[in-house]
Each structure stands twice: as structure tokens, then as C-alpha cells.
């Protein structure tokens, strides 16, 4: 009976997996142009499952486009014991601006030189730790690890939390840009760029650089930002979903409580962080509830994007965009590049402040950028530290109660021996 019961979810498993890969064909990211990137043959995006021991498990497509690498699609998540729903319909890195403190110019890497193509690392190299997953074009690395703990309760064993991380790597000069994604048993999706590489500016001036030896120069620091671009498609039914900001505010100074401000983004705009009012962004499925509050007040289903390693910014004069944190747009297939979009789209605006105009919000797509600035230093010298800069989108009512309490094991006698806890 077992035999057979294993048999028939086998067959069930496969012929999900079939037609998962059949959404899994996708257009190509970037859309050549008579001025864009060096292309490549179109690319095909490839499925993946990357599932849990506690039944959790993700399932989504990825393929490599010439300008943003790694693009993440169709992503889909499902606790233990839990349907799979749907979350993006696409998810990838719209501009990654490089500027060395000393120069009025910067460097727009995604559209001007790109992160695929010749520029894409596929070394066995950059693996140690993982394994391969290989596409019908490119390899990417995969890596489990355990994170840090699900629960933990008195006379209980401690629940783990594990993630799977997806990696890639691109190469440009000497500097070494390593996208990750991060996606953890219990839904986190932690988006991150980290960068590295080797020493390859100086400068004779001190205020804008650091003395790693005694050449007399100094080696030259510079600002890095980083945007995302998050198309939402939350149960599969993207035009119900909305944008909600979120301020927690203090009544008073010297009070320690706060209460929560919601207000809901209707139309397209930009947005800054507040640190003060620890401010965050929910994107939410309007008609899917996990539970009930009562009628007036369901939970909805979402995702909360939580901005706190935010604390650096970029300005450009030419480039509006960047004065701020997050920008809220309509879904159009030609906005891909929150600058230099045109490079691969000539039918469509230039930068992120052209796609901002005011429309009502029906099919969202957050832009989110992130800052850091790094200086070199004497005891890396000539290598560059990693620097990592990335944030979380955190579930929110995914579900009426936690999936994971069934799972806990309590200690039930002095020889150690233990009971799984029975589902009430």
C-alpha cells in the first residue's frame, strides 16, 4: 500500500513539474535595440523547486539576461501542509550605479555594459559550497544552510530555520558583482548585491581616497547603489493587489508605544524612508484572506518590504530618480531599467522619473534602491572586502496560524526520548 501510495504521488510530482516548466518559457528580459547591450540568443527561463524537509518549498523560474544576470520569475511559495501561491511575476536588479567620490560622472553598469553576456562568470570556482543548477544556458550555484531558529520553547526541541540561497556572479574591470537571493523555509525573500574585487583607482588626493602604501596615492572610494525591481503578482491576480505605507508613530517623545499608520498608495509616486517612523511598504491581494478579524477588518494576504539597512543616499542632478527610496509604478512590459532603459527598449521611457506620472495604481511594480559607500583599506589592500547590500520582503498573513507548530517535538523524559506533537 505504501509502494503504491509512493507511486501515484511520484506520478502526481511529475506531472506538476511538467506543467510548471511549460510557464517557465519567457520572452526575453531585455528587448534588443538598434543601441542596446550586446544580446544573445533569447533566453529561456529555467524551473526550479527548492523544498524543505518540513514540507515548505518554493517554486520559480530563473534565466540570464544580458542586462540584469539573474532574473527570478513566476515565484511561488507554500508553508508545510500549505497550497503554493503565487508572489512575483518577476523580480530581477533594474540599475546598479557606480561613482567614484572624485568624479562628477557615474558609472549605470545594468544598461551600459550589463551584468550577462560576456560579462557573466560560470566558474567552478564560485561553487564551493553549493552545487550547480544548470539551465539550458547558464549554471547558477545553490546553497543550503540552517539560518537560525523557526521556535523555541521550554521542554521543546528548537525548530530550525533553514534557506536556500541562489547565487551568480558577474565580472566587470576588476570589480566582482555576486547577486543573491535568498529564500527561507518560512517565506523571507532576502534580495542581495554583494560587491568585491581588486584596487584599480587612485588618487592624489586625500579626501577622496585612503593610503594603502607608500606610492603617495590614495586609493579612490566610491558610492554604489543598487534597485530593484519587484513586479508583485500576488495569488496570480495581479491587477487586486495594492500598496499600503506603514509609519509607526509616537504620540509624544518621551512615549514608548506607537500606533500604526496605514495609508494606501493609489496612484503612482515616490516614496522616502522614514527612520523615525520606522516607515515600511505591504503589498497585499485585496480579496484572498487567510482568516478573519471580524468583516470589517480581514487579514489579506501579502508581503512586507522592510527598508531598515537603509542609511546612505545618492544624488545625481540629472538623475531625479535617485533622491529617493522606492518608487511605485503600473506594470509596463517596456519598463525594465530604472535608467538607461532605452538601451534595451526604445518604445519606452529613459529612467525611473519618466514612468512616474502620477496613474492609478492597478498592476504594482516597486522599484526599491539601496546605498552603500565603501572606502578601500591597508590590510585588504589589494583585494576589496565584500560589501553586501540587501534587504527583506517578509510574509504577511500568509496564513491564519503558523504552519510549522505541528513540527514541534517536545522532550518528554529524562532518557531524552521524545514525541511528535499531535495536530488538535
Not at 545553490?142 to 565580472?171: C, D, F, G, M
Amino acid at each position: 500500500m505504501k509502494t503504491l501510495t509512493k507511486i501515484a504521488l511520484l506520478i502526481l510530482l511529475l506531472a506538476h513539474s511538467a506543467v510548471y516548466a511549460s510557464v517557465c518559457e519567457t520572452e526575453p528580459f531585455s528587448t534588443p535595440s538598434d543601441n542596446s547591450i550586446e544580446t544573445l540568443t533569447s533566453p529561456t527561463a529555467n524551473p526550479i523547486t527548492l523544498a524543505f524537509d518540513s514540507g515548505a518549498r518554493w517554486e520559480l523560474c530563473w534565466h540570464v539576461d544580458n542586462a540584469s544576470g539573474l532574473v527570478l520569475s513566476n515565484i511561488h511559495y507554500g508553508g508545510p501542509g500549505m497550497p503554493l501561491r503565487k508572489i512575483m511575476e518577476s523580480a530581477s536588479i533594474a540599475q546598479v550605479i557606480f561613482q567614484y567620490d572624485e568624479d562628477t560622472h557615474a558609472s549605470h553598469l545594468i544598461s551600459e555594459q550589463g551584468f550577462g553576456g560576456e560579462n557573466w562568470v560560470d566558474g567552478a570556482q564560485l561553487c564551493k559550497h553549493g552545487e550547480w543548477v544548470a539551465g539550458t544556458q547558464h549554471r547558477i550555484c545553490q546553497q543550503r544552510r540552517e539560518l537560525n531558529l523557526l521556535a523555541r520553547a521550554r521542554h521543546y526541541r528548537s525548530l530550525p530555520r533553514n534557506e536556500i540561497t541562489l547565487h551568480a556572479v558577474s565580472k566587470i574591470g576588476l570589480n566582482r558583482f555576486q547577486q543573491v537571493w535568498q529564500l527561507t523555509e518560512d517565506g523571507e525573500l532576502n534580495p542581495s548585491l554583494t560587491y568585491s574585487g581588486q584596487v584599480s583607482r587612485f588618487t592624489d588626493n586625500s579626501s577622496f581616497g585612503v593610503k594603502v602604501d607608500d606610492s603617495g596615492l590614495y586609493a579612490s572610494n566610491a558610492t554604489l547603489l543598487v534597485n530593484w525591481r519587484l513586479d508583485f503578482n500576488i495569488d496570480n491576480s495581479p491587477t487586486n493587489d495594492r500598496v499600503d505605507e506603514f509609519n509607526f508613530i509616537a504620540e509624544n517623545p518621551t512615549d514608548l508605544t506607537r500606533k500604526i499608520s496605514i495609508t494606501e498608495i493609489t496612484n503612482e509616486s515616490f516614496r522616502k524612508i522614514n527612520n523615525t517612523n520606522f516607515r515600511g511598504w505591504r503589498i497585499s491581494d485585496q480579496d484572498l484572506s487567510s482568516g478573519d478579524n471580524g468583516e470589517s477588518s480581514p487579514t489579506r494576504i501579502g508581503y512586507f518590504l522592510d527598508p531598515q539597512p537603509s542609511g546612505y543616499q545618492f544624488t545625481q542632478n540629472d538623475k531625479r530618480w535617485t533622491d529617493f527610496d522606492i518608487a511605485v509604478t503600473n506594470q509596463k512590459r517596456c519598463e525594465k531599467l530604472a535608467s538607461g532603459n532605452q538601451s534595451i527598449n526604445q518604445d519606452c521611457g529613459t529612467h525611473l522619473y519618466e514612468f512616474v506620472n502620477d496613474e492609478i495604481i492597478e498592476d504594482p511594480v516597486l522599484w526599491f534602491s539601496l546605498t552603500r559607500h565603501f572606502t578601500p583599506s591597508k590590510e585588504d589592500f589589494p583585494a576589496i572586502r565584500s560589501n553586501r547590500i540587501g534587504f527583506s520582503l517578509i510574509p504577511f498573513d500568509w496564513s491564519k496560524s503558523s504552519p510549522f507548530s505541528d513540527l514541534a517535538i517536545p522532550v518528554n523524559n529524562s532518557a531524552g526520548q521524545s514525541q511528535k506533537v499531535q495536530s488538535q
